[in-house]
């Protein structure tokens, strides 16, 4: 059964005290603190593969909102990142402005439309977009807060990364409802945590 994560009551406390205020600094933890047991997630034959904490249950990835579904997971909070692919119009062999814009524009905000769609977000309250591309890939971070009809809060934070000269898009989504900023350091080493696999 899919999840309807529409119907999930959430406080509004935590729209502006969200994972876009938290995860859009790149905050490093204390080398003193001990890091978190994690697990792993590999996507072979796309060549990706991502550390999550162990906290974190994977759940069916039938029962994940959106298409492509590869990896669905929960927090402890009952937040939800889920991981997926959208196969790209054309290659993208390099990086420009021009394409990162066009991508953004055409691609990632088709994939959001999804999420923003199922979540009912009626009211855009703040979005943030960062160009986090590297030598190997673009990689579109976007976080937004929202309202839905009756005042439920959300925060969506987004990583996607298109490999160069790949023909797909990988998404890392995160929604989140219930004490994000619980989850929101968290979520940052998932998504800083993505790796390609070398070819």
């Not at 697990?39 to 909102?65: C, N, Q, V």
């Not at 807060?145 to 990583?159: D, E, H, K, R």
Request: aromatic letters at 8%.
């Amino acid at each position: 059964m899919k999840c309807d994560l529409s119907r999930v009551r959430l406080p509004l406390t935590i729209i502006l005290v969200s994972a876009i205020a938290v995860t859009g600094a790149n905050s490093q933890p204390s080398r003193q603190k001990e890091q978190p047991a994690t697990e792993s997630f590999t996507d072979a034959a796309l060549g990706y593969s991502i550390r999550y904490p162990a906290t974190w249950k994977r759940e069916s990835t039938e029962s994940a909102p959106g298409p492509g579904v590869r990896l669905f997971l929960a927090t402890p909070q009952r937040n939800y990142m889920v991981v997926s692919v959208y196969p790209m119009p054309t290659r993208v062999k390099r990086y420009s402005s021009a394409s990162f814009e066009r991508i953004g524009n055409d691609d990632v905000n088709k994939v959001l439309e999804v999420y923003k769609r199922l979540l009912k977000f009626e009211q855009i309250l703040r979005e943030q977009h960062e160009d986090r591309s590297n030598d190997q890939s673009m990689v579109f971070w976007q976080g937004t807060s929202a309202l839905n009809p009756v005042g439920n809060g959300w925060a969506l934070v987004s990583q996607h990364v298109v490999r160069y000269d790949s023909h797909v898009m990988i998404n890392m989504i995160f929604i989140g409802g219930k004490n994000v900023e619980k989850d929101g350091a968290d979520m940052d080493r998932v998504m800083s945590s993505f790796s390609l696999i070398v070819r």
